[in-house]
């Protein structure tokens, strides 16, 4: 169990600390002469059941005591009997309460420099203190730390509760707040802080973020003892290796799993204010062991009152390691009161729409322990899917797979990225493409069907491209959709034209079959049927979509009767010479060298034939017979 002190300046918390530990935790030069904690200082038990994190009182340091606060799992408040609770008594106590620590107890030092009427004025003023906060059933133990009086009370008292505890559960990604680095001659370089979550073990490769360095763990000790492995609830000091130096890193800074290795500069979350703030407030925010400055955006209200829970948005000036459900506080611009704290609940939020009461509604979801609720609403207002990894990587989700079976979702993958889908949502993706297509093929009968990608953002343009050929696979293989090269239609559409290109296409067809393997071109059909060179281009264009004509070339189309004729011809020659040469299929259909080369090419492009120097051959069996297929089809 981590126990973190904290109290007004000269109560004696190092002396406590000490007393208890048998360790002194003031560790500087400049703290041994002066007489005062300027820094956080660590200490530990023997039998590694306990762990004390000194924290400064001066009301100068309190940064450096939320430091050391966030992530300890009992606060032992210090109040000197002579003195009673002072500003930074009060402050600490706050802070407390923001951080969400429920155990504790108070620690009534200097007995020994107080009369019985100033102690039994200050056990009341301690009462007073307590009443209506987290601790205020907390037990209170008169001590005399330069005496040792009470201070086996007070020790055992902490022992129980530590057992009681029980080890804390290693769920989700390792994490770890860095509150301190420094380098070891024949060691090298070495973190420590408190561990929020997960497990890490020599040989691990971690992730430093934000700045996003990657290093082994060479070694670690927790609670200053070698060890293989540390866990959540631990205070573990990492031996890392490799391409950093003690410059690269400070305190605030996490050492995380890799796959949590995401830096924000924006989240959102909950929080009860000590007094007004308004809206686009300069705060300092305190996340973990990190102090950065930012901006408080309310959600809500242009004003937040106090004790009243409220939603926000916190903007900051630079990126920090956070994910939801860490606790955070917000100091004023000069960094000299306490003036709200409370609980992270989503660190990837929308850029649009913070403020509807859906959004707000979900804010109030993810503030629950279990992520099932969130996950759920999430998915039933998100046609296009859920961002399952950012989902599982905001709550550091320890087995996320098991969560998504348990929904039954249909999962897609695509370049890193987990979406999720509901049944109900999935089916009615099905039901949207279906609809489209059904518009499409009644807005334009003539076309075969639809283009992939048209089709995607007709039915939803942020679907995702794999989620959409999962969804299009899926309804090929039961029927409800179907394909023709790369259009997609529906199984009973079959491309008509409209009645006016229907009545235009008569007059115009004689003229392609008159001279099947010389029809006259785009212009000449023009001047042969009195109608306007666009409009037998467009014509010829529909047309040729439905498989009635071909544009072998540019403007020059040929009738599909034609075409099987020519593959015909061409075969015929391939099996006589091997191969077909412009001139030779020139001899079979009559009309000029350049025209049998137009219909070598377009045999081509169509793969009906590939062309080998200067002459034509027919491609593998499998390819020509699919290519002859569509000539004919």
């Known amino acids: 169990m981590i126990v973190g002190t904290a109290g007004h300046i000269d109560h004696g918390k190092t002396t406590l600390v000490k007393a208890l530990s048998g360790i002194d935790t003031d560790r500087l030069p400049e703290e041994k002469a002066r007489g005062i904690t300027l820094d956080l200082g660590y200490a530990y038990t023997d039998d590694g059941l306990l762990g004390y994190v000194d924290a400064p009182g001066h ?65 009341e003023e301690v009462a007073a203190l307590l009443a209506g906060t987290p601790l205020a059933s907390a037990p209170v133990f008169p001590v005399a730390a330069r005496t040792g009086e009470g201070v086996a009370a007070l020790r055992r008292h902490l022992l129980e509760v530590a057992r009681g505890l029980g080890e804390t559960q290693a769920r989700g990604g390792f994490r770890l707040a860095i509150d301190r680095v420094f380098t070891l001659s024949g060691i090298g370089l070495v973190v420590t802080g408190t561990a929020f979550s997960g497990r890490v073990g020599v040989g691990d490769t971690v992730t430093l973020t934000p700045p996003g360095l ?22 573990i000091a990492l031996n890392l290796a490799g391409d950093l130096e003690k410059r690269d890193l400070a305190r605030g800074m996490w050492v995380v799993a890799p796959a949590l290795h995401r830096p924000v500069q924006r989240f959102q979350c909950r929080l009860r204010a000590l007094e007004p703030l308004r809206h686009w407030l300069p705060v ?75 959004r707000l509604a979900m804010l109030r979801l993810l503030a629950e322990e279990d992520p099932l609720p969130a996950l759920r609403a999430a998915l039933e207002r998100a046609p296009a899917g859920v961002d399952l990894g950012r989902y599982a990587a905001n709550r550091n989700l320890d087995d996320p797979q ?44 003539d076309m075969i069907g639809v283009e992939r990608e048209r089709l995607r953002r007709l039915t939803l343009p942020t679907l995702g491209r794999a989620a959409f050929v999962r969804l299009v696979a899926e309804l090929l293989a039961t029927g409800r959709l179907a394909q023709s090269g790369g259009w997609l239609h529906r199984p009973e559409h079959r491309a008509t034209l409209a009645a006016a290109d229907a009545e235009s296409w008569r007059r115009l067809r004689p003229q392609l079959e008159a001279a099947p393997f010389q029809p006259p071109r785009v212009r000449d059909l023009a001047r042969a049927t009195g109608m306007a060179e666009e409009a037998v281009r467009g014509l010829m264009r529909r047309v040729a979509r439905l498989g009635l004509a071909y544009p072998v070339a540019h403007d020059h189309y040929f009738s599909a009767g034609a ?42 492009r169509v793969g009906y034939t590939r062309r080998v120097k200067d002459a034509h051959v027919r491609r593998g069996a499998k390819d020509s017979e699919a290519a002859r297929q569509w000539v004919l089809s």
């Open 284 to 358: 300092h925010v305190h996340l973990g062991a990190a102090d950065v400055t930012g901006r408080l955006a309310l959600l809500e209200d242009d004003t937040l009152l106090p004790e009243q829970p409220a939603l926000a948005e916190i903007v900051l000036d630079k990126a920090v390691g956070v994910l939801a459900h860490d606790r955070l506080v917000l100091r004023d611009q000069s960094a000299t009161r306490t003036i709200a704290g409370g609980l992270v609940l989503d660190v990837f939020p929308p850029t649009r729409c913070k403020r509807t009461p859906e």
């Open 563 to 604: 075409v099987a004729q020519l593959a015909a011809q061409v075969d015929a020659l391939c099996i006589r010479d091997g191969a077909v040469r412009a001139a030779a299929l020139r001899d079979c259909i009559g009309g000029g060298r350049k025209v049998a080369i137009h219909i070598l090419e377009f045999f081509d």
């Open 59 to 123: 009301e100068k340091l309190v940064h450096t005591m939320l430091a050391g606060a966030t992530g300890i799992d009992f606060l032992l408040l210090a109040v000197a009997a002579d003195d009673g609770p002072m500003p930074q008594t009060r402050e600490h106590l706050a802070i407390a309460s923001l951080l969400g620590l429920t155990r504790g107890a108070v620690a009534l030092t200097k007995i020994d420099a107080a009369s019985p009427e100033r102690l039994a004025a200050a056990h």
């Open 214 to 235: 990657t290093a082994r763990v060479r070694g670690l000790h927790v609670h200053n003892r070698a060890a293989q492995t540390g866990q959540a609830g631990q205070r």
């Open 402 to 445: 098991a969560l998504w079976r348990r929904l039954g979702l249909t999962v897609v993958e695509e370049g890193g990225q987990t979406t999720g889908f509901t049944t109900i949502a999935w089916q009615a993706l099905g039901a949207r493409l279906e609809a489209a297509l059904a518009e499409e093929h009644q807005r334009a009968p």
